[in-house]
């Protein structure tokens, strides 16, 4: 008898705490993974949108071609959905601009779902460089 009260605890009182705390150290666990993969995509598409817009900047043939070549090639090894566009001139003093659109799956849209919220399957966001066109 007294093998199986120091097993269970004295009243009953630690299952009744775990039963409350391990859903919730749970959840804490999947929104860090969560907002870690969304934080890395965003990083990973900045860094590239500032590579392809630099490329882009001293390309004298195809600055956009060259632009967004440059960028697909810098997001070949990210996590999540990229999709790149850039735009600008080929004169110099002109702009180049490239956006890189991420998204990453949103682990919590059917938990949010119970309590009445509306959550897309995706987090998403963009980044934007803009380079000067050098010219010779």
Known sequence: MRLGMWLTG??????VESAFTIPILILLAVALVNLSLAGFASVTASG???YGARIGAVDQVNPVGAAVSAAS?????????YRVSASGSASPGGYVTVRVRWEV???FSGLLSFFGGHA???IHGEAVSTQRKEGW
């Open 10 to 15: 004295t009243d009953g009182s630690s299952m």
């Open 48 to 50: 590239a949108a500032d």
């Open 73 to 81: 090639r810098m997001l070949s090894v990210g996590v999540g959905r």
């Open 105 to 107: 799956p949103n682990m």
């Open 120 to 122: 897309s399957g995706t």
